[in-house]
Every structure is written in C-alpha cells, then in structure tokens.
C-alpha cells in the first residue's frame, strides 16, 4: 500500500519559469510533510516542510502547498534553474507515539531544467 | 542542520558475506534511522536505532538479517548480513535532534552484491 504517491516520474521545464512538483497521500494521520532533493551519489537534502496546522509555507524560491481535504501537497520552484534539476521526494510523517520520525517517501519526480 | 559521515561510501561484495555500514554523525542527536533506496524505488525505513536498547524494526525487516547498534548518541552502524544480489541498495543514514521535526540524512552507501 502506498500511503505518499509522486505520480509523475519526471518533469521537464524551462529555466525561469516554474516547476510545480505533485504528491498525493492517503493516510489521514499524517501531519508533517517533507520535500527532499536528491542528487546522483548523495543522501537526500531537505529542502522545505509544512505542518497540517498550515496551508503554505515559503522559503525563498521555495513554496509548499496542503490541501488537506484533497490530501495533497505541492512544491512550487520560482524561477526554476539549471541546478534544480534532480530526483525530488515528497515525504510524510505522523507526529508523536511510536511513530514519531518515521518518514513514509514518495516514489520520486526527476525534475529537469533546460538552460 | 547536522553533518553525518558514513562509510564505506560504496563497496562491493560478494554473496554470503556480510557488511557493517558506519553512521557519524557531529553532535549528538536524538533519534537515528536506516533507510533503504533500492535501484529505481523510493527510500524505505529500516528501523530505528535506539541508544542503549535493541532497535526497532519496520515490518519486513528482522534483526538478524540488518543488526544495528547504537553504543551512544552521534554514532550507529547497520549490518547487512548473509548479503544476496536482492540486498544491492543504497543505505542510508538520517537523524532526528530533539525538538525538531526535519530528518537530515548521511551521503548514503552504495552496496553491490554479486
């Protein structure tokens, strides 16, 4: 069962103009969401979080977006950049008890930006 | 943030040998966890390494094939044990400070079993 899906494999976009990055969830429990860049031959990055108390945060180019009755979180990239490009992973986790820092992955969009 | 080291970086070994994947991480940390990123699939939670005590393990993954230890807070090692080509994978690393909520991971390891 895959509770955190990313149902584009890949992204191709121009650079400057915006990168928009999907993921979808089905358990209700969640309530801390991750985006995670990664590189070839690197651990994942960390790139920006939201809480469910939250609808968007933003940090810089950044932006993360809960929709919580569509379950559903997206990561905005103004402007997109060459350097940009990598394998991005949406994550959840449910806060507190045994579960606490547990994080469910998404399967990955590789993201592409033209020069 | 945090700076986590692992090694070996990569290796490659050979069937029915064994493995141990070092974790370091530069100031003590409150949580560590093992992930797997087999080839083309996301990033799987091993288990939780617990400082002192047995660690705790995600449904499919037992301790006698993935042994962890924990001996204190800014170290932690996972062995791959009985290795089979199905165990070549990414390992990785991650850490959790108290209070927090984001896990920041380590560069990984890159295993290959022939």
């Known amino acids: 069962d895959q509770q955190v899906k990313q149902n584009s494999p890949s992204l191709s976009v121009q650079e400057g103009r915006i990168s928009i990055l999907n993921c979808d969830y089905t358990n209700s429990m969640f309530d801390y969401f991750l985006w995670y860049k990664k590189y070839p031959a690197e651990g994942p990055t960390f790139l920006i979080s939201?809480?469910?108390?939250?609808d968007k945060n933003e940090d810089g180019r950044f932006t993360v977006f809960l929709n919580k009755s569509a379950k559903h979180l997206s990561l905005h990239i103004v402007p997109s950049q060459p350097g940009d490009s990598a394998v991005y992973f949406c994550a959840a986790s449910v806060g507190g008890g045994t579960s606490y820092g547990k994080l469910t992955f998404g399967q990955g969009t590789i993201l592409t930006v033209h020069p | 943030s945090a700076v986590i080291s692992q090694k070996p970086s990569r290796d490659i070994c050979q069937r029915g040998t064994s493995l141990t994947i070092q974790c370091q991480v530069d100031?003590?940390?409150?949580?560590m966890f093992w992930y797997r990123q087999q080839p083309g699939q996301s990033l799987t939670l091993i288990a939780t390494?617990?400082?002192?005590?047995?660690?705790?393990?995600e449904s499919g993954f037992v301790i006698d094939k993935f042994p962890i230890s924990r001996p204190n807070l800014t170290f932690s090692t996972l062995t791959v044990s009985n290795m089979s080509p199905e165990d070549s994978s990414i390992y990785l690393c991650?850490?959790?400070?108290?209070?927090?909520?984001?896990?920041?991971f380590g560069p990984g390891t890159r295993l290959t079993v022939l």
């Open positions: 991650s850490v959790l400070r108290g209070g927090t909520d984001t896990q920041y």
């Open positions: 939201i809480s469910s108390i939250k």
């Open positions: 390494a617990n400082q002192g005590s047995e660690a705790t393990y």
């Open positions: 100031s003590q940390v409150t949580m």
